[in-house]
């Protein structure tokens, strides 16, 4: 895909659009924050990299994902509280009643096949909805359930308000939102969030370059860089990137001179290779945006760093030597090297080890190895090599101090 796309250019008819933002006075100054094209006041709206996680983990503490077996779901009538109007909601055994959204009842219309997915939400939304209604929502639910295999499971999401947000097939391929802004802060770490909704179950907006890393023409240095971003967990959006660059952003966050260059999307369906994912965020913001050495380049420069003919095993081990690693986690990152990395004989096949090994850590030494990672990223071809060379002399007494022995059944 990367050779299909070129760096994107600011045309001549660009040039001066959106270049009144630099002497605007706005409530927090005059023009640009420094170092950016970006007006003083949108600036001052923005959002660091670690704000936007505290956004998404405040979600996650409000909710709880489950698997239900269709035989633990019905749809049934219930009230709160004596002065209340009766409701529909879905039941699930042992967990309790959920009020759906309009967005998990379309969910449940498109997994029943009723003739049209708005049918649930047009009974919900009438002004003298009553328990009659309610119970011809649960009749159609009940109704369809005795005809699926109790065992079939569905992905629902459910909040401590008592709703569910999604009603979703077991094939839908959730890809976590905190994973997503951490993706975003390894391969730019410069960035800030802006134009941002970081809700429940739902991250878009924009992700703002600083001039320091834009490698800018000799022609024309004034312009911004950009990303448009988007995901959601729980199937409103597809997983999006689309690069572009601009001319200015004003007080207001009207965006001048935009070009925009091409969307890479992909749907949540299917097991979603998590590494290879970030490569292909990698590879089309590289391939379009023009910028200087960031974590873009460095990232993507791991998979040139081959192990040439030095068993992998011996590799990890010099790595996890280095590192100061423990025997514990030495062996954790050759097995995970082994199960999901093998067909990367190279620095970014033990990177991704190493931070897959990290998620079956507890929290401070997942931390730990995460910046072990970011660590070893930062290698230079000179330092990888001298890796190798110790890599290729360890023998197997030397293996056995590094890795835990294992256990035999």
Not at 258 to 271: A, L, P
Not at 315 to 337: D, F, H, M, Q, Y
Not at 385 to 395: C, I, S
Request: charged share 25%.
């Amino acid at each position: 895909m990367s050779n299909e796309l070129k760096k994107l250019q600011m045309p001549e008819d660009n040039k001066t659009e959106g270049d009144f933002v630099k002497t605007l006075q706005g409530q927090t100054g005059v023009g640009y924050e420094e170092g950016t094209h970006v007006h003083k006041d949108w600036w001052a709206t923005t959002l660091s990299y670690e704000e936007g996680m505290e956004l998404a983990q405040r979600a996650v503490d409000e909710r709880e994902d489950m698997l239900i077996p269709a035989g633990d779901i019905s749809g049934v009538v219930f009230t709160q509280g004596e002065s209340s109007a009766p409701r529909f909601a879905f039941h699930v055994k042992g967990k309790g009643n959920y009020v759906p959204t309009d967005h998990a009842l379309k969910d449940f219309s498109t997994k029943a096949a009723l003739p049209s997915t708005s049918f649930m939400r047009v009974i919900r939304r009438q002004e003298d909805f009553d328990g009659q209604d309610a119970k011809l929502m649960a009749d159609a639910v009940n109704n369809w359930i005795r005809r699926v295999d109790p065992e079939k499971l569905f992905q629902v999401r459910t909040y401590k308000d008592g709703t569910m947000r999604s009603f979703l097939s077991e094939k839908y391929a959730v890809v976590d939102n905190r994973w997503f802004i951490e993706t975003m802060q390894d391969l730019l770490p410069q960035g800030r969030l802006s134009h941002w909704t970081g809700g429940d179950d739902a991250i878009y907006g924009n992700i703002l370059l600083p001039d320091t890393i834009m490698d800018y023409d000799q022609d024309d240095s004034d312009y911004g860089g950009m990303l448009s971003v988007g995901n959601s967990e729980i199937g409103t959006r597809q997983i999006e990137i689309d690069p572009s660059i601009f001319r200015s952003i004003c007080l207001n966050g009207c965006i001048w001179g935009r070009v925009s260059g091409v969307s890479f999307s992909r749907r949540h369906i299917g097991d979603i290779d998590l590494d290879g994912l970030k490569v292909s965020f990698a590879e089309n913001i590289a391939a379009q945006l023009p910028i200087l050495d960031t974590g873009v380049h460095k990232f993507l420069a791991t998979r040139e760093l081959g192990a040439k003919a030095v068993p992998m095993k011996s590799v990890i081990a010099s790595v996890a030597k280095t590192v100061k690693l423990s025997r514990g986690e030495a062996t954790k990152v050759l097995g995970e090297w082994n199960s999901y990395e093998s067909a990367d004989r190279n620095l970014f096949g033990v990177v991704n080890a190493i931070t897959r090994a990290g998620q079956t850590c507890g929290n401070a030494r997942w931390h730990a190895l995460d910046k072990v990672a970011g660590q070893i990223v930062d290698w230079s071809p000179g330092r990888w090599d001298v890796t190798l060379q110790e890599a290729n002399v360890l023998k197997d007494k030397d293996l056995d101090r590094i890795y835990a022995p294992v256990a035999v059944a």
